[in-house]
């Protein structure tokens, strides 16, 4: 079954402080993985797309790493800030006959204390 | 949200009514999509639409309708059929509905039935 699990389901920090955000998928065929940030209410924001290639990628304060071997992901948050609170989504995406299915994980859910 | 405008941003409707989720994006994109985001569940894909005048269903189509007549619009009707409503509903574009993509997502309709 393809799935997408994140862990954990929610966290908190301390502003300024690192964190890790973890993602184990068996999507299959696999094309890429994305992590999206999604502010409350709001829709989702790209973050990173990693192809089966890529290990590593950085987008300002965040670093997204892919295992494609153990299927797994992990986003690192680095000297967050109040403004990161929100729900952080791995995504990763099934080629099929030209199109791109997009497997949901339900999210962590990030809350940056003062 | 790019260029991507939902409306309206809150939505009730009483039971037995059809409503219309409007979707509109001025990137120039030739795929759309509509998901539907329910608390602790990750994006589920209701409908997409790779080219102009052409759409596929999606996972939970059923009760939903949709037409593309025109490239930047993308209409969810949400029928009287669908069991059960209530939910954050997100449209998307992307360039092209294969490959390396991104998918922008607009700021996202609440439906609440009545």
């Known amino acids: 079954k393809n799935q997408v699990e994140q862990s954990p389901q929610s966290l908190i920090i301390l502003e300024g402080k690192n964190c890790t955000l973890q993602?184990?998928?068996?999507?299959?065929?696999?094309?890429?993985l994305r992590w999206y940030k999604q502010d409350t209410g709001r829709g989702p924001v790209s973050l990173t797309i990693?192809?089966?290639?890529?290990n590593t990628k950085s987008n300002g304060r965040y670093t997204a790493t892919l295992d494609a071997d153990t299927k797994q992901s992990s986003l690192h948050i680095t000297a967050s800030q109040l403004s990161d609170s929100a729900s952080y989504i791995c995504?990763?995406?099934?080629?099929?006959?030209?199109?791109?299915?997009?497997?949901f994980g339900t999210g962590t859910r990030l809350l940056v204390s003062p | 949200d790019g260029g991507i405008t939902q409306s309206p941003k809150y939505l009730f409707r009483k039971e037995g009514q059809n409503v219309t989720l409007s979707c509109e994006q001025n990137?120039?994109?030739?795929?759309m999509y509509w998901y539907r985001q329910d608390p602790g569940q990750g994006l589920r894909l209701i409908y997409y639409?790779?080219?102009?005048?052409?759409?596929q269903k999606g996972d939970i189509a059923e009760g939903y309708s949709v037409s593309r007549e025109k490239k930047e619009s993308f209409p969810l009707t949400v029928t009287s059929a669908q069991k059960n409503p209530t939910a954050f509903y997100l449209c998307?574009?992307?360039?092209?509905?294969?490959?390396?993509?991104?998918?922008?997502f607009g700021p996202g309709t609440r439906l609440t039935v009545l």
């Open positions: 998307a574009s992307s360039m092209s509905s294969g490959g390396y993509n991104e998918q922008f």
């Open positions: 993602c184990n998928y068996t999507v299959s065929p696999f094309s890429n």
């Open positions: 990693m192809t089966f290639s890529e």
């Open positions: 995504v990763v995406s099934r080629e099929n006959t030209g199109f791109q299915k997009l497997v």
């Open positions: 990137l120039n994109h030739d795929a």
């Open positions: 639409s790779q080219i102009v005048n052409d759409f």
